[in-house]
């Protein structure tokens, strides 16, 4: 590794008043970074030194674990998209921790570099996506603001032609556009936010509503703190920007450079500073590094955590805040807060019964009454507690959500609850989620660290418990009676924490000596499953699974966090649930983006639902079945404009997901709102309902392989149908029935293509979703057809009896243009009408230039005219000046003078006709330029219209159809 590396990490550590990004990069051949987003995806590259492996770009926070004795070695992910894995034989060694170090030091540099490529990769997979256009969103900045005041946001994205509104999760922030004075146009992108004072603290989401539907989404975080915006001049410490306490800044890192803040803070007093990124939608990873006046490191927070600062004196005392590697620009934007208020760290329990009023402890700082909690402490941090009553949500709706402002991730999205905050004088604290529990709460009782000490229950029930301190294991016993059983789940990534639970389940038994001995029963590690695919990866390291109790007896549970951390952290809770078998499910809906034209490609789209006329859009319901549920799942939409309409759907008892099609009617008009997507089964003798909760790519990448996707759960789901555009091609089966044939039968189903713009190539239809048709060979359309029949031969394709629905899908290419036909035509009319004027304003100056050539050559014969009478005046005066007494010599003169100023009086009309030609000739010269710049410009506008290449991936509405049994057959 070049010796700059180590150099670069000191600096990064270590800081500087007047750091800066580094100036110097190791050689591109000494790149060695990857990801693994999922424990389902491909292994980074790594090497190994000492035992140890390293796989980067990766985060010794969050990753370091021990197996256990016996446990498999797999790979652990689905919460970073880092790993770690140090052996147990390596921590035994005393240069275990100087090895990491190294190893940290020359990968940095390697990582920082990959980082930066990473994000170049998927702001190009953004960007460059040759698909029709869809509204997406980048950023709205600022990313939020406080309640009951009006500001200005600007959005940024793609496709965002003529955004007129941002849509909020929370309809009562209001955005309209912002007008220019001058010009009396709307500004582009640009918005006046007004937040009522009733709405409540937290993060909701922002969508871009325009011509091309509405937008992903992105978080919008209503605070009660003043709120100020970060100026582009706080690049040095010098130029730092002074920030208030209880206040929040919103800004934006550039690459390579850091952003500095000043504050005031008294002797002894306790300050938090906080840099929101990851939860808002930011790409920054920020590092908070807090210096005293002159120039000295007081505090450094490397994990996007909370700076816990303490003033050791009066004084100014300076932030540098930048990103982890120090990238930049519009993606990179925070919520800076710097507070006296409370802040909680974790709430204790994690849960409780819903419709309930509960007693909990909240664990944090600056918190209003709170008392010293003795017994814990975080980064060496002294934490308060104070007691709390929380009456819990308990009405259908609030049993069925996860309300809350903290970042739900794909595996967290079957849990219930919502987020509690607390109140004070000094502002709103930070929110944490209370998750609901079905069954008694019991608080986990220390000492139960080993086998002897084991903490005695009585299922069902759920204990409440910390993984503290660091190597702490807990044990809990039980009596069951043979055939009693149990689903045993552990709740702790899922709460939003970076840890791995384990279980062991164990029967305990007696010798003939009277001594205990046990014998493994279970052993539960991560749940695996991944129903979301690589998008929407909803893995977890939290073990569940069913246990039954094979013979009376006594059984020991034992619980613990096999990442095994050093840092010794209060905040690492869990749930363990015991309980009856109680099935059950929940639902997310995710918009589903086209597939990539390359199908070797690794892309994971941000995307959202657009419906153009004649169009059909798929939309993926996910089923997390809880307890052995295994029923079928019918899906409905709801709040569906009349123009939309959606093929009924079932999640098969043996399906995690289904595929819901919607599909625009020909004369379908501009509609934006949320829709709910619900599920209906049988529980016994009921039916349940449950509504999908929304979930979404949050960033596009480039290639999950190497880059982490990030996704989460959404506020709601929202449809925007376009009734200015038509879908470039539609297809659809001749009727919209049910199809039947008997087992081992043929159908014949025809099958219409409707075509539109410029796409002509050859597509070939592949059906999809029904597993038993997947060998059907596609079916083909050349450029002239227009109507084929899809042939299914159930005998060859061993289609068994029953329902089977599927849809028709091919990706095609083309040509489109973003603008509607009527805006084509108006600006092909444009043309023309510029044409013409430029025409007959050329055919003006040519009238123009004529008359003043007469107006000329008549000025200059009047001029020799008049000339000539001045001088024949003079002669006849001269003469009668002679001859005072000659009548013919002063009639003579007296006819001259009368011919000279009748000369006069047309050499002067002359003139003013001459100089009036001129003006004429002079507004028609510039009636030409202003025709041919207007023709200009229109021909430019109308060269802009043409056509762009594009991919376009086409759906038909659903196709059902039933085989009957042979038997049935005959019965009828």
């Known amino acids: 590794m070049a010796s700059n590396s180590i ?58 674990r021990v197996r256990r004795k016996g446990a498999p070695n797999r790979s652990r992910g689905g919460c970073a998209p880092h790993s770690l894995e ?74 965002l032609d003529d955004t007129s509104r941002i849509y909020f999760s929370n309809t009562g922030i209001i ?55 970060s100026p582009a001049t706080n690049r040095t410490a010098s130029a730092a920007m002074a920030m208030a306490l209880d206040s929040t800044v919103n800004g934006r890192v550039e690459a390579n450079a850091s952003d500095y803040f000043s504050f005031a803070a008294t002797k002894g007093q306790r300050v938090l500073i906080e840099c929101v990124a990851k939860s808002i939608d930011s790409r920054m990873e920020p590092v908070l590094v807090l210096f005293d006046a002159a120039g000295h490191e007081l505090e450094r927070e490397r994990r996007g955590g909370v700076l816990d600062f303490t003033a050791p004196m009066d004084g100014r005392f300076v932030l540098q805040v930048h990103d982890v590697v120090f990238r930049g620009g519009e993606e990179f934007f925070y919520r800076l807060t710097a507070s006296t208020g409370p802040r909680i760290d974790f709430i204790f329990p994690p849960a409780g019964t819903a419709g309930a ?11 209003p009454g709170g008392v010293a909690a003795t017994n814990f402490t975080l980064n060496g941090k002294s934490l ?12 259908a709706e609030a049993r069925q959500t996860l309300a809350t402002s903290t970042l739900v991730r794909p595996g967290d999205a079957a849990l219930d609850g919502f987020e509690y905050r607390l109140r004070s004088e000094q502002g709103v604290s930070n929110p944490v989620r209370i998750s609901f529990v079905s069954d008694p709460v019991v608080a986990e009782r220390e000492p139960n660290d080993a086998p002897a000490q084991a903490q005695t229950i009585s299922p069902p029930c759920e204990i409440a418990g910390q993984f503290y301190p660091n190597t702490d294991k807990d044990f809990f016993r039980f009596e069951a009676r043979k055939g009693d059983a149990f689903w045993v789940e552990v709740f702790s990534q899922r709460l939003g924490l970076p840890t791995d639970p384990f279980l062991l389940i164990q029967r305990v038994t007696k010798n003939e000596k009277g001594e205990e001995e046990t014998s493994d029963v279970q052993e539960l590690y991560d749940s695996t499953a991944n129903i979301g695919g690589p998008e929407f990866n909803t893995a977890t390291r939290d073990p569940a699974a069913r246990f039954e109790a094979k013979e009376d007896g006594l059984y020991q549970i034992e619980v613990r966090d096999l990442f095994n951390r050093t840092e010794r952290n209060p905040g690492f809770v869990y749930r363990l649930a015991i309980r009856k078998e109680t099935p059950d499910f929940r639902l997310v809906a995710l918009p589903v983006a086209p597939p990539p034209a390359n199908k070797d490609a690794k892309i994971a789209q941000a995307w959202t639902p657009f419906l153009r006329r004649g169009e059909t859009i798929p939309i993926k319901v996910l089923a997390f079945r809880r307890d052995n549920f295994n029923g079928d799942i019918q899906l409905a939409v709801e709040g569906l404009p009349a123009s939309v309409t959606f093929g009924e759907t079932k ?23 949320r829709i709910r997507i619900v599920g209906r089964a049988k529980m016994g003798e009921s039916e349940v309902v449950r509504s999908a909760r929304g979930g979404a790519v949050t960033w596009t990448v480039n290639d999950y392989n190497t880059q982490a996707i990030l996704s989460r759960m959404t506020r709601d789901f929202t449809l925007a149908v376009s009734g200015a555009y038509f879908a470039p091609l ?28 410029d796409f002509n190539d050859t597509v070939k239809l592949k059906a999809v979703g029904a597993p038993a048709l997947d060998a059907l060979k596609e079916l083909e359309f050349d450029a002239k057809t227009t109507n084929a029949t899809l042939e299914l031969d159930l005998a060859q394709l061993k289609v068994p009896a029953g329902t089977h629905q599927f849809h028709l899908q091919a990706q095609t290419n083309g040509k489109y243009r973003r603008q509607t036909p009527e805006e084509f035509k108006g600006a092909e009319e444009s043309v023309k009408q510029t044409e013409k004027a430029t025409g007959e304003a050329a055919d003006a100056v040519k009238k123009a230039k004529e008359d003043l050539t007469a107006a000329t050559q008549a000025l200059a014969d009047v001029e020799s005219r008049a000339k000539e009478a001045a001088e024949k005046f003079a002669a006849a005066k001269a003469a009668a000046e002679k001859s005072l007494t000659d009548e013919a010599a002063i009639a003579a003169r007296t006819a001259a003078e009368k011919d000279a100023a009748e000369a006069d009086a047309k050499l002067k009309a002359a003139t003013e006709a001459k100089a009036q030609a001129e003006k004429l000739a002079g507004d028609a010269d510039a009636q030409v330029k202003e025709a041919t710049k207007k023709k200009e410009e229109a021909a430019k506008k109308l060269k802009e219209m043409d056509k762009k290449d594009a991919t376009y991936t086409l759906y038909s509405p659903p196709i059902r159809v039933t085989v009957t049994a042979q038997n049935e057959t005959k019965g009828k």
């Not at 256009?133 to 939020?144: C, K």
């Not at 308060?384 to 009405?395: N, R």
């Open 7 to 64: 150099p670069l990490i000191d600096q990064m550590t270590k800081g500087s008043l007047n750091q800066s990004a580094p100036s110097s990069c190791c050689p591109a051949g000494q790149l060695i970074w990857g990801a693994r987003p999922s424990r389902a995806q491909q292994t980074a590259p790594s090497r190994s030194v000492e035992g140890v492996r390293l796989s980067a770009p990766f985060d010794f926070s969050e990753n370091v």
């Open 86 to 159: 140090l052996r147990r034989s390596t921590l035994r060694h005393s240069n275990a921790l100087r090895v990491l170090k190294t190893k940290f030091r020359t990968a940095f540099h390697r990582f920082a570099i990959g980082l930066a490529l990473v994000g170049a990769l998927e702001l190009l997979a953004f960007r460059a996506a040759a698909q029709l256009p869809t509204a997406r969103l980048t950023s709205v900045f600022p990313p939020g603001g406080k309640a009951g005041t009006s500001f200005e946001v600007s959005v940024s994205g793609s496709d």
């Open 175 to 229: 955005a309209t556009q912002k007008w220019n004075q001058a010009s009396g146009q709307a500004e582009a992108n640009k918005f006046i936010v007004t937040i009522p004072a009733e709405i409540p603290a937290g993060v909701y989401e922002a969508r871009a509503d325009g011509r091309f539907g509405i937008s992903n989404p992105r978080a919008f975080e209503v605070g009660d703190r003043v709120e100020a915006i």
């Open 357 to 367: 009023r509960s007693q909990f402890t909240l664990y944090g700082r600056n918190l």
């Open 384 to 395: 308060e507690k104070l007691p709390a009553q929380i009456e819990l949500p308990g009405d």
């Open 651 to 673: 999640i098969d008892a043996s399906a995690s997901a289904a595929t819901v099609m919607l599909t625009a009617s020909g004369n379908a008009t501009n509609w934006v709102g």
């Open 730 to 757: 539609s297809v659809e089966a001749s009727e919209n029935k049910t199809w039947e044939s008997p087992v081992g039968g043929k159908l014949q189903i025809p099958i219409r293509l409707t075509r539109r713009e």
